[in-house]
Structures are given as C-alpha cells and as structure tokens.
C-alpha cells in the first residue's frame, strides 16, 4: 500500500499526563506499517465547551506517515487509550487520561459513526493549531470540513443521507419551512442529543399553501436560518427549490383520513394532503430514523403519525414541546407579522387554554364546559377573532363525545387582523401537564 500522511492529535488531562503522551507515541512507532515523522511540543489548555470539573489538558501533534487504512489506524489508536485507562462509552467532554483524535489522514472524507475525516473542528481547537503552526504546517493546506454541508440538490442530499447510514449513523430529520425560530432550535437540539447525525430541511412547501394564502409572503431567511442550524449542531442542511422537489410531471400526492380532517383541515382543505406528500418524499430521500415535529402543530404531528404508520415509513416520529415566549404566547414564525396591538393581545390564547386547564385540574370534566370557558376568555379579547377551540383525544386527536372526559388535548385557533395583514395563529394544551411544564 502507498503511504498516507496524517495529522495525529494528542491530548490528556488524568494521571501521568506527559507520560501518557509520550507511552502513545514509542507504542505507536513500534506498530508495522507506521512512522512518527514529528512531534509538536506539549502545551496546556483548558477544556473547551461543557463538561465537569476537571483538570487541564496537556495536548501536542503528531505527523504519522502509514500503510494502514483509516480504520484499522483508528483500532490501533482505541486500543492505545484503552491500555492507558480511557474507557469506552463515556459521557462526552468527560475527562480522559488518553486522547488520540486523527485529525487528517491523506485527503480522505468519511463520515460515519466512529470516524468523520478531516476531523470537523479541528481547526476551531488552539490546541491543535497552535501546534500546528509550530511545526511549520500551513494550515490553510490542510483538508477542512464545513462545518454544516448545505445541499439543495435532493439526490446530493439523499448521498449524503446514505453516506450516514452506511456508517452506522442513526440519522435525525427535522423538516421545516424556515423562518427559523427557538422553536425550531430545539427540535434541532433535541435531535442533536439523540441522533449521531442531523438533517434539517428549510423548503417553503407550496403544496400546502390554498389559493388564498400567504406563500409568496412567508418569510424566507436563508442565511440566517443556516446561523441557527449551526448553532444547534445541524450537520446537513437541504435547501430544495419547488422545481427540485418537485420535477415536471410530477403528480403523486398522499391524502391523510381521520386526522386530517376537522379544525385545520377543515378551514384549509388541500393542507394535509401537501403536508403528508412532502414529509412522505423527505422521508423518501433522506431514510431517517428519527423525524422531529414540534407540538404546537398538532395536528399536523397526528397527520404525519398517521401517514408514516400507514405507509410503512421505518420512522420514529417525535414529538417536541412547544417553545413559548416569556407570555406563554407559543413561538411561530408568523409572530414576525404582528402589530405590537396584535401580539399583546395574542396571549389571550395561551390564557384561554391555562384557564380551562385549571378548572380541569380542580374537578370540572365536562367537555362543554371547559370548551365554553375557553371561548369565554378568548371573547374578552375583542382583537382575536376565534376560528376554532376543539377538546380532543391525546394523541390521533379523535374526537370525545360531550360528557365527562378524564383527558384531552384543547386546540385552538384564532386570527388577529389589526396589521399589515391577517395572522392566524394556533395553540394547543394538554389538560394534563407534563413533566416538562412548571
């Protein structure tokens, strides 16, 4: 085999710190088939990001030269930190009495679950730049990853997605029209913690858009909806144009039953049916494990619940909490919209809902009553112009006979028409309060 440079990162920060660093390096140079061409001096540094309390690192680089592939380096590197004490799994940013971290190896990319080269911040770490430098590298020479791939063509994007998967990753979807706000984030925060890779989706989807409604006038913020993606720890970012999506000729559509109609389906009849064929060709291209859906669209979260399990879809949909602002009133990207009338005025819904709750909570159980006080609020607002309030089952969503209910999920929808233009809003609550909620 031809011999590969690579750029070896060297760090500890438990036990005989030098020691450590330099047992590595003599086992290293005795394994066939590898040479330790330089090695940095060793300098301290200061944990970066979120960890518990722990000393400092002492860290240094390496220049190898081998005729190992990539992956059986990497075995050689875990086995040298498991004789040093590492053990494996543990939680991140923990400390460690051994860090081998290849950095570069030749000008390959691989992205699974165990290797991702070039390392994806390696040039982010003083640690290692610093010694880097020291060593004479230029370090713009050396191969960088960006740190989130923004692809807008879908079988770019379905590459991309299969690359992940072939690597033993456990992929996260997290669609979206854009327009991103802390809502949004935390779906992709969420996915972040759960999933070994994350793709969002910013496509303002024109088949869930009626005639009448506002596509040409939702908000489009590319560059700053990828500064959120990055922050949440987003890796791919799939920014399809309609052509894209959908191709001359193209003419298939889902249609969703039982939780597609009533409320929203109901005042926006074509909605779901552009929801469920979008989500349907996401699930299609990216193969996903995990999808992500905040609750505040409940329905559409039945919907999509609906149509992944009738058609075979192998998908763990998740749903999300909703992201409130200090008010209660529930994060959307159409607040943007809103008179500063408008937006006090907002959090009646909020309040309409907490208030009905409240009364279930102390022993009222009466569907209707808890509906009528609903409306009652809400009527004491003279700006909110109510479309909906529904009391129904957790989760499809069914409807609940009048009578006493043990449960349920109240949603509601109201328009607030005092700006520029109407803006229609939706919340939802559960009579019974999660763990998540104070």
Not at 77 to 99: I, T
Not at 181 to 198: N, P, Q, W
Not at 253 to 259: C, L, P
Not at 377 to 389: G, N
Request: aromatic letters at 6%; hydrophobic letters at 40%.
């Amino acid at each position: 085999m031809v011999a590969v440079q690579v750029w070896l990162g060297l760090g500890s920060n438990l036990g005989d710190r030098r020691g450590h660093l330099t047992g590595a390096l003599t086992a290293l140079a005795a394994v066939p088939g590898v040479q330790v061409l330089r090695v940095s001096s060793f300098h301290e540094s200061e944990l970066l990001g979120e960890g518990p309390p722990q000393g400092p690192f002492l860290n240094g680089v390496a220049e190898l030269r081998t005729t190992l592939g990539p992956q059986a380096l990497l075995g050689v590197l875990q086995a040298l930190e498991a004789q040093a004490g590492r053990v494996r799994p543990a939680p991140r940013n923990h400390p460690r009495p051994l860090d081998l971290d290849l950095l570069t190896y030749g000008d390959l990319r691989c992205d699974t679950r165990e290797l991702v080269l070039p390392h994806p911040r390696w040039h982010e770490r003083p640690f290692v730049t610093g010694p880097l430098r020291e060593l004479g590298v230029a370090l713009e020479a050396l191969p960088q990853r960006p740190g989130v791939a923004v692809v807008g063509d879908p079988q770019a994007f379905a590459a991309q997605c299969t690359e992940w998967l072939a690597g033993g990753c456990v992929v996260g979807l997290v669609p979206t029209m854009g327009a991103l706000h802390d809502g949004h984030r935390s779906l992709m925060e969420i996915a972040a913690r759960e999933c070994d890779r994350v793709a969002a989706t910013i496509f303002v989807n024109p088949l869930q858009f009626g005639p009448n409604e506002d596509f040409a006038a939702y908000p489009r913020t590319l560059e700053r909806d990828l500064e959120v993606c990055r922050a949440a720890g987003v890796h791919a970012v799939f920014t399809p144009t309609p052509e894209q999506m959908y191709e001359p000729g193209f003419c298939s559509q889902v249609q969703v039953g039982a939780e597609a109609q009533g409320m929203e389906g109901a005042l926006r009849p074509d909605h779901f049916r552009g929801v469920a064929t979008v989500v349907a060709r996401l699930f299609a291209l990216a193969r996903p494990q995990r999808a992500y859906f905040g609750e505040k669209d409940a329905q559409q979260v039945a919907v999509v619940r609906r149509m992944t399990r009738d058609l075979g879809f192998p998908v763990q949909i998740v749903p999300c909490p909703i992201v409130r602002e200090a008010d209660g009133l529930a994060r959307s990207s159409r607040n943007v919209y809103l008179s500063a009338e408008d937006r006090a005025a907002a959090t009646v819904l909020v309040r309409a809902l907490r208030s009905a709750r409240q009364q279930f909570l102390r022993g009222a159980c009466d569907r209707d009553a808890l509906l009528q006080r609903v409306r009652a609020v809400v009527a004491t607002e003279p700006r909110a112009q109510l479309d909906y309030v529904e009391l129904r089952r957790e989760g499809d969503l069914a409807e609940l006979p009048p009578g006493p209910v043990d449960g349920g999920r109240l949603l509601i929808a109201a328009k607030f028409a005092g700006g520029l233009r109407p803006v229609r809003l939706l919340d939802n609550l559960s009579l019974r309060p999660g763990p998540d909620e104070a």
